[in-house]
Structure formats: structure tokens, C-alpha cells
């Protein structure tokens, strides 16, 4: 790999602020938790079951990718008119799906509780705490379509800044409306409810102006067109989701200490990935942007940097995690059984990284071609071939080691259906049609 090339300058400039806004998302439950831990253990029960149904939300960042994929092919063809109307659909579209979702969230939320496993008056507090943040669901919908319109015409310095300003609204109105008014578990839904509702408005404000309220009006055709990639990348995202869940399933059957290493390791994985999904996401812009102006020869020679910066990422982080395999998990754990665990599955997680790091440039690549069709195929018989290797996992006792094995084929699989496509170029189809 050489040590610089002409892309990597456009490459850092997205993806650098890609990864301040990825990191933090995931900070509104980490503050709820800080914030109600001190509650009480009904409390953050509570919120440890709500949390687990509201992460079902992952499988509609369809539409921040898809919007990010087609916003910036209509962008390198110059169609701008084009672009600004499809930012205007993503809201549109959002803004349904949320209102939709806060509909069934409000009406199904003791039914879901129930099925998460919780009782008593924890179960109570839970389903309180889901229909009061459910009010913030159509704001954050919002949210992550215009950060797809966003990052589609290469602006991801305002996503970063709005998320930002959410976040610390969030952190302030929680204290006030928990310990200030006493509200207990509702203050820290409203918080969140509130803070999204204004951070959702922020991103409204933002794009409208950009755009301009003539442009502002649904166009079914280009709604059409959004719904149709996003599609695809649904059951991408559920097939991927699945994966990490039936792999959860089967490893709480070894017991407590096996899944005790297991959540470990997956949320190390979690927080890896971000910084690998950045690049993905640069990936997403440049490849869709050169492949809308007819470029379809510096789309792939970029992408070819991508996946070897993604690669170089991932083998950083396997020499991180061998070098500090006994010393990183006791931060997480003094458990002497946890930590066992941990050495049988700790070479597995490291030697992964680098194959990691191509399936997330690939993956962005592909997605940034609009490439669903095949991307979802992939990542269906991925989770098929990953299924399989649970159920030996289960049936053979393989333990936390042979789960991770599944992991690790989940991987390979990806790898070789998506590189065989990335190195057919059949996924360089330029123009906007």
C-alpha cells in the first residue's frame, strides 16, 4: 500500500466529521443510563428493556444511506435541482415512518415490554418511559434523513454540530426535569423526547433553507426511487441485525460467563466500527458522486484507496487488542470465569479487524454504487452461512469461541461475495437516470 495518494485528502475531509457524528449518536442512551442508573434498579431495568426495543430503530438507517447514495450521484451529474428535491422526499419520508412507528410504539408498548421478558413494576416504568420518548421518534426520523441529504452534498460539518447541540440539550434537560422537577424515569424520557424534537427541527430549518421551500413539495417519483434502494438496504440491515442477535441467543445458553465475554467483546466491536463505518460512509459520497459525473474510473480507483485505508485501520486494531488481550478486558470485568472466556475468543475478535475493515469499505462502496439488489442478496446468504455455524456452535458446545467462529464466517462470506463484485466492476454504472 502506498503511503499517500491524491484521495486520501477528500477521504479524511468526510470521513473525520462522519466519525465525530457516529460516535455521538449512541450518547443519548449512554446519558439516560448515567442519568437514571441513580434511580434505582427497577429504573434502569426500565430503561435497559426499552433501550433493547428501541435499538430495532437500526434497521431504518436505509434512510440516511440510500438518501446519501442517490443525493450524491444527482450531485456528480449536476443535476442540483434533482438533489434538493430528493432532500426535501427524505424529510417527507422520515417524518412518516416516525409518526408511523410512534403510532405503534404508543399502542403496542406493553405487549413489546412483555416480550423483552421484564415484570412488576419494572415492566411499568418501561412501557411508561417508551411512550413518552416515542414523541421524539418522528424528530430523530427526521434527523437521520436530512443527515443523509447532509453528508449527499458533502456537508457533514452541520450534521456534527446539530447532533452535538441535541446531545448537550439532552444532558441538561435530563438533570433538570429528573433531579430538578423529580420526575424521576418520565424526566429522562421527556429530555430525550424534547432534545430530539428540537434537533429534528434544526435539521427541518437547515435543509429547507438550503433548499428552498420551492422545492420543498413531495415528488412521488423521486420518493419512489429513495424507497426502492432503501428497501434493499432494510434487509441488509436486518439480516446483519439478526446475525448479532441469534449469536447472543446462543450464547446465553453456555451460561453467564460466556455471555459475559461475549457482550465484552461485542460492544469493543460496536466501538471499533465506528471509526471503520466513517470511512464507509466517505465511501457512500465519493463513489456515488463520481459515478453520477460519469467517472466510473476514479470511483473505483478511490475506492481502491478506501478499502486499503480501511484494511491498514484494521490490522492497527488487531495489534492493539493482541497486545492488550490481558489487560483490556479486566476493565470491563474482575471475573475470573469472565475473563477465561475472554482468552478463548480474544484471538478470534483481533484476527477479525482486518477483515472487518475491507467489509466496511466494500459494503459503503457498494452502498454508495446504489447497489442494493446484491448488497442484500450478500448479506442474506452471509447470515445463512453464519446461522448454520451457531446452530454446530450450540449443538457441538463449541461455547464463546465457536459463536465467534460464526461471527468470523458472517465476515468471509461478505468478503467474498462483495470483493468477486468489486473486482467484476459491475457496480461502476454512471450516470442518474
Known sequence: MTLRSRYDRDILRLALPALGALAA?????LVDTAIVGHLGRPELAALGAAATALSVLALFNFLQYGTTAQVARAVGAGEEETAARMGAQALWLSLGIGIALTALVIALADPIVAAIGIDGRAAELSVTYLRIVSLGLP???LALGGQGYLRGVSDLRTPLLIL???????AILE???VYGFGWGIEGSA???AVAQTGMGALFVWVILRRVGWARAAVVPRLARRLLSVGAFLFVRTAALISSFVLAGAVVARFGDAQLGAHQ???QLWVFLALVLDSIAIAGQIIVGRELGASRPDEAFSASVRMIQLSVATGVAFSLLLLASADLLPRVFSSDPAVLEQCRELWPLFALMQPVNGAVFALDGILIGASDGPF??????LAFACCAVGLVAASLLDGGVRGVWLALVVLLLVRLATMGARFRRRRWLVTGFA
Open 25 to 29: 449518536e449512541p450518547l443519548y442512551i
Open 175 to 177: 438533570v433538570v426535569f
Open 375 to 380: 448488497i442484500a442478496v450478500s448479506m442474506v
Open 139 to 141: 424528530s430523530a426520523f
Open 190 to 192: 421527556w429530555g430525550t
Open 264 to 266: 465484552i467483546a461485542f
Open 164 to 170: 452535538i447541540a441535541g446531545n448537550v440539550a439532552n
